[in-house]
Nanobody, 123 residues
């Protein structure tokens, strides 16, 4: 069992930045791939970024490529999502998730999920 807690969300103006954190507890975090997803009102949850257990492989949705950076610190059992140049369309609840195998964009392949943190970008 892995418990995940996201933090760092908030209200920011267009063009601003935020850094989300996801702290894991339970089983060894360093052996899990980790992903960030988001869900806007009335929309399906969508992939944002993912990182392999070692950090050597990163994946990004086209909509955030070049603006968001995913990273992790296994010593702190924490993953991060640095978000730059935020746009109103980035407004959503952001979730972190982990899986015991390779990083993937497919949300159905993640085993554990956090409760989410709200990100609101005002225009």
């Amino acid at each position: 069992q892995v418990q995940l807690v996201e933090s760092g969300g908030g209200l920011v103006q267009t063009g601003g930045s935020l850094r989300l954190s996801c702290v894991a507890s339970g089983r060894t975090f360093s052996t899990y791939a980790m992903g960030w997803f988001r869900q806007a009102p009335g929309k399906e949850r969508e992939f944002v970024a993912a990182i392999s257990w070692s950090g050597g492989i990163t994946l990004y949705a086209d909509s955030v490529k070049g603006r968001f950076t995913i990273s992790r610190d296994n010593a702190k059992n924490t993953a991060y999502l640095q978000m730059m140049t935020l746009k109103p369309e980035d407004t959503a609840v952001y979730y972190c998730a982990v899986r015991a195998q390779t990083a993937t964009m497919r949300k159905n392949e993640y085993d554990y999920w956090g409760q989410g943190t709200q990100v609101t970008v005002s225009s």
